[in-house]
């Protein structure tokens, strides 16, 4: 089976970063400071540990989330977003003002004929 033809613009890349569930609420969540990896999984209702661990780790490969090991009495590693990711982040952003601006009232769920 062929895969879908990508736009032959900068929208095809941006959304493979921020593609899937999590990686838009990851970066908007860091935007504003680093944060270590049990405060960003508080501040996202919902994700899994497992599932917060292979997004940051793609967020990093992809250059948008920086991971920093911090020593001290006790070593601990701090997320934050890189230049590109601030720059995303704008976008995000600029997602989020449009869906909360049209918004559309979802749908009740229907009870199942019984």
Do not use: D
């Not at 504003?32 to 599932?51: D, Q, T, V, W, Y």
């Amino acid at each position: 089976m062929r895969e879908p033809a990508e736009p032959n613009c900068g929208l095809g890349p941006a959304l493979r970063v921020i593609g899937g569930k999590w990686k838009a609420t990851i970066i908007w969540e860091l935007h504003a400071r680093p944060l270590r990896f049990g405060a960003l999984r508080r501040a996202i209702p919902g994700i899994s540990e497992k599932i917060l661990a292979e997004q940051l780790r793609e967020l990093e490969a992809a250059g948008v989330v920086r991971r920093e090991e911090l020593s001290g009495k006790v070593l601990h590693v701090e997320y934050s977003l890189t230049e590109p990711g601030l720059r995303l982040n704008a976008a995000v952003h600029a997602l989020a003002e449009w869906g909360t601006a049209h918004a559309m009232p979802r749908a009740a769920p229907t009870a199942a004929a019984g």
